[in-house]
């Protein structure tokens, strides 16, 4: 059955968020225009987003907040205030910060839903601007908080991990969405030893270990793509010599998803890159670049955390690698260039995998089938 097809009426669903950029793939790319590719009447409670409509979407600003506490305050109780213009059938928020509007939410109809879309636990581990006597305070008490006005909304889950400890919420995973043409397009080569990295740029996610494979590798080209604080650039750069094979697109700037697509579809590429240094926060997180990677038929390397592994090697997707080890790193890739047409087969059997069964369109039939079980 095809997304939209067991539509029975339409709904008015709005989606809230303050913290992500409006653009965020999974809020507007995938729900709110699937959702409206779908019948539904759909619009996105965003900061400051361009235009007044995006594939039927309708889009509805906020003025972007100076900082966090600003954000929390002020930005929320502006995105609540627009929500209430609407009689909407379905409120579907994106953050955390927002539980308590969605409170007030919550008196005017019991239909709305808090998308989880990270482990705010571990992830507080990762805020480089939390001092680290902070951190465990903000674990404990935020996580509880977190998980007590959750159960007041009904929830969905962007990560099956994430069912630990949201058990009663719906998972709505976030695989791909497959744009046209997709099947026809293999992004992989062995020429040029180039590789590619794309999501937020960030020591935490590896930026370090895939910078300095052009400095261990010989011939390699590494481009990352995605969010980079210019900090976070100016230590990349400081540690790498062969700055020239050496790409960073999106620092201080959001990278767009159509970029993104651009570049798996308009380059040749040896691998996909997720090379993460060993942390709580990722140990159990599936990434969502994995299925990306798959989609354009790119071999993975990646960290062996044992749930990547369960994938990538169950799979005979990539090769897992302790991230810290610089000569397994080196021979996995050397062996990627080495043997192209195994590489290949690799990258092949991930586009397979995609087109079966880890593609947004299931997904997308889980959150219509949600929407309509809940009124």
């Known amino acids: 059955m095809h997304p939209g097809e067991a539509l029975t009426r339409k709904k008015t669903i709005v989606h809230i968020t303050t913290v992500h950029d409006w653009r965020d793939p999974r809020i507007l790319e995938k729900q709110c225009a699937g959702a409206a590719g779908a019948g539904h009447d759909v619009s996105l409670i965003a900061c400051e987003p361009v235009g007044d409509e995006y594939k039927g979407v309708r889009l509805v600003g906020v003025k972007h907040p100076g900082n966090r506490l600003e954000r929390i305050v002020r930005t ?4 609540y205030r627009k929500a209430c213009f609407f009689s909407a059938d379905v409120y579907h928020f994106h953050d955390p910060e927002f539980l308590p509007w969605a409170l007030l939410l919550r008196e005017k109809t019991a239909k709305v839903i808090y998308d989880i879309h990270e482990d705010y636990i571990t992830s507080v581990d990762t805020k480089h601007y939390l001092p680290g006597a902070w951190k465990q305070a903000v674990k404990s008490a935020g996580g509880e908080l977190e998980k007590r006005l959750a159960g007041c909304f009904h929830t969905v889950a962007a990560e099956k991990y994430y069912l630990e400890r949201f ?3 719906a998972p709505v995973l976030n695989y791909p969405v497959l744009p046209e043409g ?3 397009v293999n992004a992989f080569s062995p020429d040029g030893m180039r ?3 794309t999501g937020n740029i960030s020591e935490i996610r590896g930026a370090l270990h ?3 494979l052009v400095d261990r590798v010989p011939g390699v080209r590494v481009t990352m793509a995605g969010y980079c604080r210019s900090a976070e650039y100016r230590k990349i750069i400081g540690t790498v010599s062969a700055t020239d094979r050496l790409d960073v697109i999106g620092v201080e700037q959001y990278v767009p998803f159509e970029r993104i697509g ?5 380059s040749q590429w040896l691998a996909g890159l997720a090379l993460f240094p060993y942390s709580r926060h990722y140990r159990k997180k599936i990434l969502t670049k994995f299925f990306e990677y798959m989609m354009w038929g790119l071999p993975i390397v990646c960290t062996d955390f044992p749930v990547w592994k369960a994938l990538v090697e169950k799979e005979n997707i990539g090769i897992c690698v302790d991230p810290a080890d610089g000569r397994a790193v080196s021979d996995a890739i050397a062996w990627l260039a080495e043997n192209p047409e195994k590489a290949r087969a690799m990258g092949l059997r991930g586009k397979a995998l995609v087109a079966m069964k880890f593609n947004w369109d299931s997904q997308l039939e889980r959150l219509l089938e949600f929407y309509e079980k809940i009124g």
């Open 76 to 79: 929320g109780f502006a995105a």
């Open 210 to 212: 895939h910078a300095g």
């Open 182 to 184: 997709w099947q026809n």
């Open 167 to 169: 058990p009663d919420a």
């Open 262 to 266: 651009a570049l798996y579809q308009n």
């Open 195 to 197: 590789l590619l990295y």
